[in-house]
């Protein structure tokens, strides 16, 4: 199972992922984490895009693609896999398309957690992480409503955009959730002339 998560800053998408990913079984790939992991490794990659983080901005294109494009040859994604916070921009979204097209592995299903700005802000500030102080909130609030709020159409027309509710219960939001994925699990009925007698 192929899932991408998408969802502004606060939305939840960290802890319903990780419910997700134990579920089904899944690889839980983070750019947010790793790109944390590589700041505080001090690595160069971690030092440049720890400019964008600390400024509420998303890291340039060409960094995250060949983060995501490395991690996705890893051996425990071969079982599938949810991606929280990756793809941000259409350009990403494209060159995903594109990399998983060419292994033909399509996307299953991109979920969207929605959940209103007020309540975003509020989660935001109480979280205590060094992004979390008011104007980087806005500003990371601004990136998502720029530069990824513009993938819910390029998911929709292609058919695989679901949109759950965020607000609730982390129990009430996975259990929407799972009734999106589950049916993913089915396998495909077989057509009745091919039933063997
Ligand atoms: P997150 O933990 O997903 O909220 O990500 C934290 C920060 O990492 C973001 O504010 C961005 O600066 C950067 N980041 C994470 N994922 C991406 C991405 N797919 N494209 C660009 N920047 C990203």
Redesign the pocket.
């Known amino acids: 199972m192929r899932v991408v998560f998408i969802g502004p800053?606060g939305a939840g998408k960290g802890t319903q992922a990780a419910l997700v990913a134990q579920r089904y079984g899944i690889a839980h790939l983070?750019?947010?984490d790793m790109?944390r992991a590589a700041r505080d490794a001090k690595t160069e990659i971690g030092k440049l895009a720890d400019q964008?983080?600390s400024a509420?901005?998303?890291?340039p294109d060409d960094i995250?693609l060949k983060i995501v494009q490395q991690r996705l040859q890893a051996d425990d994604c071969r079982a599938g896999y949810l991606l929280d916070?990756?793809?941000?921009?259409l350009a990403?979204a494209e060159a995903l398309d594109a990399m998983l097209a060419h292994q033909g592995t399509p996307l299953d299903s991109v979920l969207e957690l929605r959940v209103p700005e007020e309540e975003l802000f509020r989660r935001l500030s109480g979280r205590g992480r060094s992004?979390d102080n008011p104007q980087v909130i806005r500003q990371?609030l601004v990136a998502y409503r720029q530069q990824t709020e513009p993938l819910l159409d390029y998911y929709h027309r292609r058919g695989l955009l679901k949109t759950i509710d965020g607000l609730g219960s982390v129990e009430e939001i996975f259990h929407r959730i799972q009734q999106v994925l589950d049916p993913l699990l089915e396998p495909p009925r077989q057509q009745s002339s091919e039933v063997p007698r």
């Open positions: 800053p983070s750019t947010g790109l964008y983080m509420g901005q998303l890291v995250i916070g990756f793809p941000r921009t990403q992004d990371r």
